[in-house]
């Protein structure tokens, strides 16, 4: 079972960036984690450049405590992005959230863990997003479908989706 990697997530990202982004526009992009930022952007944010991004994910959570494993077809990563094109830099920062294990009912939030396949198509979107927040260019057709099949889990629980609870989750989509 995959776990949360985040050089999982670093490595593709490096290893997506220069076909995505860098060739064509020269900035260099980082990827950075904040385990506590929330999707709201403030006006004076927004006045910096920031944009934000929320993805809906398929993976695997393994609660720490008993060991129970559960799949979700719901699961959010939220991005945090801006360019500063004049210093020819750019920032995102990703905010992995959590579920809580149904059997123990203790509150706390397991990280999930993701295929690298996963991965590769959360952050192809997040450079759709940028090239056409960022770049001003043309974003491509969402064809989340070419992903992967449809996986069928059980409904979707908010009393134990950390993302729902802070009123963040895109569930009802």
């Known amino acids: 079972?995959?776990?949360?990697?985040?050089?999982?997530?670093?490595?593709?990202?490096?290893?997506?960036?220069?076909?995505?982004?860098?060739?064509?526009?020269?900035?260099?992009?980082?990827?950075?984690?904040?385990?506590?930022?929330?999707?709201?952007?403030?006006?004076?944010?927004?006045?910096?450049?920031?944009?934000?991004?929320?993805?809906?994910?398929?993976?695997?959570?393994?609660?720490?405590?008993?060991?129970?494993?559960?799949?979700?077809?719901?699961?959010?990563?939220?991005?945090?992005?801006?360019?500063?094109?004049?210093?020819?830099?750019?920032?995102?920062?990703?905010?992995?959230?959590?579920?809580s294990c149904r059997s123990c009912n203790n509150d706390v939030f397991e990280l999930c863990g993701f295929s690298k396949k996963e991965v590769e198509h959360a952050l192809l979107r997040l450079f759709s997003k940028i090239r056409k927040n960022c770049y001003d260019e043309e974003e491509e057709d969402d064809d989340s479908s070419a992903c992967s099949t449809r996986v069928w889990t059980k409904p979707h629980e908010k009393s134990l989706c950390e993302a729902c609870i802070q009123g963040i989750c895109s569930q009802d989509e």
């Not at 079972?1 to 992009?29: A, I, N, R, V």
């Not at 006045?47 to 393994?62: D, S, T």
């Open 1 to 99: 079972m995959e776990k949360w990697l985040p050089s999982l997530w670093l490595d593709t990202f490096d290893d997506l960036l220069y076909d995505e982004l860098e060739y064509d526009h020269g900035d260099q992009w980082t990827l950075n984690f904040s385990y506590s930022q929330t999707d709201t952007v403030t006006k004076e944010e927004r006045k910096r450049g920031w944009k934000v991004y929320c993805h809906r994910a398929y993976g695997n959570f393994q609660c720490a405590s008993c060991y129970k494993i559960w799949p979700s077809a719901r699961v959010v990563v939220l991005f945090r992005y801006r360019l500063r094109s004049d210093q020819g830099r750019g920032t995102v920062i990703m905010r992995p959230f959590g579920q």
